[in-house]
């Protein structure tokens, strides 16, 4: 028996669906103004930013407001390809957020190593090693994120044509 103040389990799962969209777009916000603001080749403007995706300045000052947006895969996309983001999930996914985050920081730090070599060739040599090492690091990073990957597909259910070339022994 359901007493008059206890939810029904509709409105709970509403409730819950509601909690999730407002922290997607919370966390959306947070991602969008970071990655304006960190970007190897930022920081960018809104205004930048809209001339660069096709997104209105409008609608990406509304993404990065404090109850966010209501946005379109489309303009998500728009949005993360015009900063060389090839992962729309970036916006969404800790994980995704975090790796791409690290591969931008070590493109940041090997465009300041080599403007800092332009800039000390004329007075000593630069340290070679200080741009391999960043650049081993983000190799490293990548081909960690395959293993982890592969590991994850490990597990994962054979598809329909895996299960065929097992049976027909190729």
């Known amino acids: 028996m359901m007493h008059a103040n206890q939810p029904a389990a509709g409105e709970a799962s509403q409730s819950f669906l509601d909690h999730q969209a407002h922290a997607a777009k919370a966390a959306i916000a947070v991602r969008l103004r970071h990655v304006r603001q960190h970007h190897p080749e930022g920081p960018f403007s809104l205004a930048k930013l809209a001339e660069l995706s096709g997104v209105s300045k409008r609608t990406l000052a509304s993404a990065e407001s404090a109850e966010g947006a209501n946005l379109t895969i489309e303009t998500l996309v728009k949005v993360a390809h015009s900063l060389g983001i090839q992962r729309c999930a970036y916006f ?79």
């Open 92 to 170: 969404l996914d800790e994980h995704v957020f975090q790796q791409i985050n690290n591969e931008l920081e070590a493109l940041k730090g090997l465009h300041r190593q080599k403007f800092q070599g332009l800039t000390l060739r004329t007075s000593h040599p630069t340290p070679h090693h200080t741009a391999a090492d960043q650049l081993s690091q983000l190799l490293s990073g990548i081909i960690d994120a395959a293993a982890q990957a592969r590991d994850t597909l490990h597990g994962a259910p054979l598809t329909e044509n895996e299960v065929k070339s097992r049976s027909s022994g190729a």
